[in-house]
Structures are given as C-alpha cells and as structure tokens.
C-alpha cells in the first residue's frame, strides 16, 4: 500500500515563476491536507480539502496561492509569482474520516 | 485557535539514556498525533493518541486529555532517534479537522 506521494521532490524557481507541486494521498483516503514549513520551524496548516471542496483555507496567504482536488487526480498546490519568502518545505498529508493523517515526504520549494 | 507548546525545545542524550518530552495544549482536542522529523525532513507516525497510553518497542506515550497534556518516553535512546518530535493537535467538528503543530523538541542522541 503506497504511502502519501508527492512530487516533485525539489522544485527551483526564479522570481515571478510559478510553482505546481502535486499530492496522491494513500489509497482510500479523501481527505487532504497541506502544510508549510519554513526553515527551523514548526509545520504551519494551508488548507484542507476533499474531492472537488475546500473545506478549511485559513491558513492560505489571501494572494497568489491556491489549491485543488479534482475529482481524478492528484491534488495541487499552486504558487504564481514566487517570491524568495515562498521557498520552504510543503508538506501533503491525507486521512480517512476519524482516522490519523499520514504525511509525504515533501517538497522543497527553493526561489532564486 | 489551539495553543500547542512542547518541552524542553532541545534535548542531548548520551546512547541508552531515557527521555521523557511532554505537549501542552490549551483546548479539548479530538485527535492527537506525535511525529518524528528524522534528518532527512521525513515526517514519521509515531502514535495517534487522543487519549489513554500506548506503547511501540522502545517509544510509549500516554496523553490525559482532561488535563490537556500528552508525554512522549523514549527509552534506551539510539542514535537513530536523533531529530525534531512534534506533537499536532486537532479540535473542532469532527477528528478530519486539520492539525495544530507545536514547536518540536529537538534531540541528538551522541554516542
């Protein structure tokens, strides 16, 4: 049973680029969440979704960052207009209802 | 939102030693997690445990959520166990909501 994938595992991107990053939760989970986690802190919530719905994006910046989860598919992360403050590790995390959440192993956002 | 502070923030250990790291939070939780950050940034499931004890090989841990606290035992510390502990959290309507991290206990473990 394949565990959270994510990809890519390290993504470099100039100013004003913007960045994908993609999310295949565990089989059988429809819940996904994604948090970031700037150098040396702790994991900070973005935004938690099901198939098709935002449920939860209060810790989503207002500008330039959305996410989705469409019914076949992978969810995503989208960055426009990276700016160096952008560059951290986002992390993917899925679950079932009632059940704990199981992490991927990240990817590295770097922005030049 | 729900507070989370762990302790101590950092932690050295000599190879065999015991270790206890400890979660406060400031609000009733319906889910509890502890996750091991191992060097390589890998987010590791230790337990799922909103309350009562639980034991895996040389790790336990045992949350009293009337008292809004969980503890974290590490025994006979290897140095594989160096890396950052978090505890996460998770309130509100149902047990899918999202998870409020602490800060992490960093620990090495030196020969």
């Known amino acids: 049973n394949a565990g959270v994938m994510q990809n890519p595992r390290h993504l470099v991107r100039r100013r004003g680029q913007e960045a994908r990053l993609r999310c295949s939760p565990m089989k059988g989970h429809s819940h996904v969440y994604w948090y970031r986690q700037l150098p040396e802190e702790g994991l900070k919530f973005m935004v938690y979704l099901q198939k098709e719905n935002i449920i939860d994006e209060s810790g989503m910046p207002k500008e330039r960052f959305s996410a989705e989860f469409p019914k076949e598919g992978p969810s995503i992360l989208r960055i426009q207009q990276v700016v160096r403050g952008d560059s951290a590790a986002y992390f993917c995390?899925?679950?079932?209802?009632?059940?704990?959440?199981?992490f991927g192993p990240g990817t590295r956002l770097t922005v030049t | 939102g729900i507070q989370v502070e762990q302790s101590p923030p950092d932690l050295i250990l000599q190879e065999g030693a015991n270790s206890t790291l400890r979660c406060n939070f400031s609000d009733s939780v319906n889910n509890l997690q502890w996750f091991h950050q191992n060097p390589w940034g890998q987010l590791i499931n230790l337990f799922y445990i909103p309350s009562g004890t639980k034991q895996n090989g040389r790790l336990s841990a045992t949350t009293v959520a009337t008292e809004r606290y969980s503890l974290l035992y590490i025994s006979s510390s290897q140095t594989t166990d160096s890396g950052v502990y978090f505890c996460a959290v998770g309130g509100g309507t149902g047990t899918a909501s999202k998870l409020t991290f602490g800060t992490g206990t960093r620990l090495q473990v030196t020969l």
């Open positions: 995390a899925s679950s079932s209802l009632g059940t704990d959440k199981y």
